[in-house]
Structure formats: C-alpha cells, structure tokens
Nanobody
C-alpha cells in the first residue's frame, strides 16, 4: 500500500510560483497513475491534473493549462506540481492521490490520498 505526503505549499503573491511535491512510500509506486486535486474553501474537491504510470502521459484542467505542469520521478517515488503565474483563485488545499492504471480525471478512480498542503495566493 502506498502512502502519500505532500509538501511545498505556502503563501505567495499573485504571479508567483510554487512547486508542490508528493512523496510516496512503497515499492509499487510506479504501478499507480497519480493525480493532483484541490479544494477551495466552501467548494468541492476539483481535479487539477494527472500523470500516467510512466510519466509520459499528462493532463491538466483548462484553467491551469500553460501555468501548471505535472511530472513524476519513479526512481525517487515523487510526483510534482509546478505552478507558475499563480492567481488568487488557485488558493486551495492541494492533494495528491494514487489511482489505478490510467490517469483519470475523476476522484472516484483514486483511492489513496495524502493529507494535503495549503496554497494561498494573495492578490
């Protein structure tokens, strides 16, 4: 069973950048597609992006396209979310999640979750 721990969140001004990291324990990490989700205050959990098991396939939502990049390093059991040109509306708790064999967009396909890391963007 994989366990996930996110880090890298914080307070940043609009236009700034942050890099979120997700460290996974367990030797089966490369067998999971990985996703990033976020939850803003008073809102539901939203899919942000996902990466395939090998790292060759990625997808992100339209609102972050061109600003956010998702990647993984299977040798280090790590997943990353590089966030550039941050906006106030990106403020949320960000979660990484491990799923099955495909990088789906729905949270129902992900069954292992980290505890989340807070990202706050001041305008």
């Amino acid at each position: 069973q994989v366990q996930l721990v996110e880090s890298g969140g914080g307070l940043v001004q609009a236009g700034g950048s942050l890099r979120l990291s997700c460290a996974a324990s367990g030797r089966t990490f490369s067998g999971y597609a990985m996703g990033w989700f976020r939850q803003a205050p008073g809102k539901g959990r939203e899919f942000v992006g996902a990466v395939s098991q090998s790292g060759t396939g990625t997808r992100v939502i339209d609102s972050v396209k061109g600003r956010f990049t998702i990647s993984r390093d299977n040798a280090k059991n790590m997943v990353y979310l590089q966030m550039n040109s941050l906006k106030a509306e990106d403020t949320a708790i960000y979660y990484c999640a491990a799923g099955g064999s495909y990088y789906y967009t729905s949270n129902k396909h992900y069954d292992i979750w980290g505890q989340g890391t807070q990202v706050t963007v001041s305008s």
